[in-house]
C-alpha cells in the first residue's frame, strides 16, 4: 500500500513539476469589448443578394475610365506612402523574431587561442612552461524559462502589433485607391469649369466687340461699353486662376502616384464618368473589414498582453546556463580527454522591493489598455458615421445635381431671351449681363455638382472596406514576409 502511495505522491509531484515547468500566463486573456453595433446603417433599406458583393469589386473601374484605371495602378506600384508601410511589416517582423526567440535556449560557441610569457620577477611564480600557449574551445548555452508567461505576452504583443502593421499597410492601400479617385475626378472637374470660363469668355468677348462698334456709331453710351468690359475682365480673370489650380492639382496627383510633378493623361470628361453603383443598404458588419479597424483592434491586443508581462515581473525569473568545452595548454592537447571542462547552474531572480517600479508598470500598461479600448470604440464609431454620411450624401448630391441641372436649364432658357429683348431694344443691358452671371455661376456649380455624386461613391466604398482592398492590393508593394509566418529559429 506505502509503495502505491509513493507512487501517486511521486507521479502527482511529476504532474506537478511538468505543469510548473509549462507555466502560467499572468494577465487577462483577450476578449472583444463589446458594442451595440446596429444590424444596418441608418436610414438603408435590406440588401439584395448582389449589393453584398458590390463592396468585393474593384469599384472604381465602374467610372469607365481607362486613364483612371491607370493611374490607380501606377499609385499602387509606386505610391512612396506604400513602400514605407511594406517596410513597416518587415520591421515588426523582425520584432516578432526578437520577441519569440526568448522562449527557446540560446546557444553559442567561443574560441580562444594566446601566446603568453609570465613574468619571473613577480611573488607569483611563473609556469614551469613560459612562455606558454593557451587554447579553448566552448559551447554555451541558456535559457530562462517561461515560468510566468512573460516572454509568450511580449510574443502576444508582438504579434498583434505585426497584425496592426499589415492592417496599417492596407488602409494605406485604401488610402490612395480613393486619394486618386478624388484627384482625378477633382482634376476632371477643374477642367470643366476651365471650358465654362473659356466659352463665357468668348460670349463675352463678343458682346464687348459689338458695344465698341456701336459706340462708334453712336448707338450706346461709353457707359454700357465700360459694363461689357467689366464683364470681359471678370471671365478673363477666371482663366488663369483655374488653370493654376489644375496645374496644383495634376502636381498633387503625379506625387501621389510617385511620378514627378507633371501633367496628367485625361480620359472621359466629368459628364461622361459613370456612377459606380451604390447599393441600397448594407450590414454593418462589413466595417468588420476596415483595416483602421482591425488595425485598431490589434493594437488593444498587443497593450491587453503587455499587462500580463508587466506582472509577470513580481515573480521569480529562472535561468539555466551550461558551458561545455576543451582547453589545453597546446593545440594538439586540446581534444583530449584531461582538456574537458564543463558547467551548469541555475540563476533564480526575485524582486524584493523596487519601490513601486513594477507596480508602475503594470498601472501604466493596464492605462494604455483602456486607452486601446476607447480608442477601438473611437474607431468603430467614427467608421460608421463616415458610411451614414457617405450614403446620406449620395441620396443629398443625386437631389443637388437634379436642382442643380434644372437651373442651368432656366438660366440657358433666361440667357438667350435677354438677349433677345436687348437687340429688340426691350430692355437694358443690365439684364443681359445679369443673365450671363447667373448662367456662368450655374454652370460652375453643376459641374462641381457632377463631382460630388462622383466622389459621395468613391466615400462610400471607402467608409466600407471590403473584399475590393485585397484586389487593390495585388498591384501595391509587398513585403518580404507572410503575415502568420513564424520568424526562423535558426539564426
Do not use: H
Not at 515560468?147 to 504583443?157: D, V
Not at 457707359?223 to 489650380?245: D, G
Not at 533564480?348 to 498601472?363: K, R
Amino acid at each position: 500500500m506505502r509503495r502505491v502511495e509513493a507512487a501517486g505522491i511521486r507521479s502527482a509531484a511529476a504532474g506537478g513539476l511538468a505543469l510548473l515547468l509549462a507555466g502560467c500566463m499572468l494577465g487577462p486573456d483577450y476578449k472583444r469589448p463589446e458594442m451595440q453595433i446596429p444590424a444596418q446603417f441608418r436610414g438603408a433599406a435590406p440588401p439584395t443578394a448582389a449589393e453584398l458583393a458590390l463592396p468585393d469589386t474593384a469599384w472604381w473601374r465602374q467610372f469607365g475610365d481607362a486613364e483612371l484605371d491607370a493611374l490607380i495602378v501606377e499609385g499602387l506600384r509606386n505610391n512612396l506612402d506604400l513602400v514605407v508601410a511594406a517596410a513597416r511589416v518587415e520591421q515588426f517582423y523582425g520584432a516578432l523574431g526578437t520577441t519569440r526567440a526568448q522562449l527557446f535556449p540560446q546557444i553559442g560557441a567561443e574560441a580562444a587561442g594566446s601566446r603568453t610569457r609570465a613574468s619571473e620577477q613577480t611573488i607569483s611564480p611563473a609556469p614551469s612552461i613560459n612562455p606558454y600557449n593557451a587554447a579553448q574551445a566552448t559551447l554555451l548555452a541558456s535559457w530562462e524559462i517561461d515560468l510566468f508567461g512573460r516572454t509568450r505576452r511580449l510574443t502576444e504583443a508582438a504579434t498583434a502589433e505585426l497584425q496592426a502593421s499589415e492592417s496599417f499597410r492596407r488602409g494605406i492601400v485604401l488610402s490612395v485607391v480613393a486619394a486618386v479617385t478624388t484627384g482625378y475626378v477633382r482634376l476632371r472637374e477643374l477642367d470643366r469649369e476651365l471650358e465654362v470660363a473659356r466659352s463665357t469668355l468668348a460670349l463675352r468677348q463678343d458682346s464687348l466687340n459689338l458695344f465698341e462698334r456701336r459706340f462708334k456709331g453712336g448707338v450706346v453710351s461709353q457707359v454700357e461699353v465700360s459694363q461689357a468690359r467689366s464683364e470681359y475682365a471678370t471671365a478673363l480673370r477666371a482663366i488663369p486662376l483655374l488653370v493654376q489650380s489644375i496645374a496644383q492639382q495634376e502636381n498633387a496627383l503625379s506625387v501621389l502616384i510617385g511620378r514627378d510633378p507633371g501633367p496628367i493623361a485625361r480620359g472621359r470628361s466629368i459628364d461622361a464618368l459613370a456612377m459606380p453603383t451604390v447599393p441600397a443598404g448594407l450590414p454593418s458588419e462589413l466595417l468588420d473589414r476596415r483595416p483602421d479597424i482591425l488595425q485598431a483592434e490589434q493594437t488593444l491586443v498587443a497593450a491587453n498582453a503587455r499587462i500580463g508581462a508587466a506582472k509577470a515581473a513580481y515573480f521569480p525569473t529562472i535561468s539555466l546556463t551550461g558551458a561545455f568545452g576543451q582547453a589545453s595548454r597546446s593545440l594538439s592537447d586540446l581534444w583530449s580527454g584531461p582538456a574537458r571542462i564543463w558547467s551548469y547552474g541555475a540563476d533564480v531572480s526575485l524582486p524584493i522591493f523596487t519601490a513601486g517600479a513594477i507596480a508602475g508598470q503594470v498601472e501604466r500598461a493596464e492605462a494604455e489598455q483602456r486607452a486601446a479600448v476607447a480608442q477601438y470604440r473611437k474607431t468603430v464609431q467614427a467608421a460608421f458615421g463616415e458610411t451614414a454620411d457617405a450614403l446620406a450624401g449620395i441620396v443629398n448630391s443625386r437631389e443637388g445635381l437634379d436642382a442643380q441641372q434644372m437651373q442651368v436649364g432656366a438660366l440657358v432658357n433666361y440667357a438667350r431671351l435677354s438677349r433677345k429683348r436687348f437687340e429688340g431694344g426691350y430692355t437694358s443691358y443690365l439684364e443681359v449681363m445679369d443673365a450671363d452671371r447667373s448662367l456662368f455661376n450655374a454652370q460652375v456649380q453643376l459641374a462641381r455638382s457632377q463631382g460630388d455624386v462622383l466622389l459621395q461613391a468613391a466615400a462610400l466604398y471607402k467608409s466600407l472596406g471590403g473584399g475590393w482592398v485585397e484586389l487593390a492590393n495585388q498591384d501595391a508593394p509587398q513585403p518580404a514576409v507572410r503575415l502568420g509566418q513564424r520568424p526562423p529559429l535558426w539564426p
